[in-house]
């Protein structure tokens, strides 16, 4: 069974702190991965996705990838109040799984003023 | 204006009845998907499909069911014999499979 792994919080930070948000994959032959945020009842909204290991930045936002760790992270610099959201990890399944993408359980972040 | 409609925002079903679910996109994405979320889980798969006429069961398939006669349009009906299904919906599109996903704003279904 193909997992994605996540902390599920909550994580909190104050304003202005870097939040670390971690996920571990079971499938070493996963190609793709993506962070996705959602705000309490709300549908989930693609922030950043990441091909290759190493750093990927976007604004405030850093993606790191470690394909030989089978470890993917996200970094929110400067965390704003508005950041407080549930941060869901997703990867993309590989071998027969058709391209389907397989999500972690979600961390849910809360920053405090 | 591009994006994903899902319609209604919520719905409310007795027990019995089968109730139809509404996904359409305008972003010429030919891969559709079908998420069912429930309190404090992640996304399970209930269906995809890749191309137009063409539909796969996912991890969760019992009790619904799906049609891809268009491009644009994926809808879920969620049958009878689905016993739990309480639950937020999502739909969501790629432009090809594997690529990011994007999702509609859900939709909220109660059992009465």
């Known amino acids: 069974q193909k997992e994605v792994e996540q902390n599920s919080g909550p994580l909190s930070v104050p304003e202005g702190a870097i939040a670390s948000l971690n996920c571990t994959y079971s499938?070493?032959?996963?190609?793709?991965f993506f962070w996705y945020r959602q705000y309490s009842g709300k549908s989930p909204e693609l922030i950043m996705f990441i091909y290759s290991n190493g750093d990927k930045e976007d604004g405030r936002f850093t993606a790191q990838l470690n394909k030989a760790s089978q470890y993917v992270s996200l970094l929110i610099r400067d965390s704003q109040p508005s950041d407080s959201a549930t941060y869901l990890c997703?990867?993309?399944?590989?071998?027969?799984?058709?391209?389907?993408?397989?999500f972690g359980k979600g961390t849910k972040l809360s920053v405090k003023p | 204006d591009g994006g994903i409609t899902q319609s209604p925002k919520y719905l409310f079903r007795k027990e019995g009845q089968n109730v139809t679910l509404s996904c359409e996109q305008n972003?010429?994405?030919?891969?559709m998907y079908w998420y069912r979320q429930d309190p404090g889980q992640g996304l399970r798969l209930i269906y995809y499909s890749q191309i137009v006429n063409d539909f796969q069961k996912g991890d969760i398939a019992e009790g619904y069911s799906v049609s891809r006669e268009k491009k644009e349009s994926f809808p879920l009906t969620v049958t009878s014999a689905q016993k739990n299904p309480t639950a937020f919906y999502l739909c969501?599109?790629?432009?090809?499979?594997?690529?990011?996903?994007?999702f509609g704003p859900g939709t909220r279904l109660t059992v009465l």
């Open positions: 969501a599109s790629s432009i090809r499979a594997a690529n990011e996903q994007f």
């Open positions: 972003l010429n994405h030919d891969a």
């Open positions: 997703a990867v993309n399944g590989g071998g027969g799984s058709q391209g389907n993408l397989i």
């Open positions: 499938d070493r032959g996963s190609q793709s």
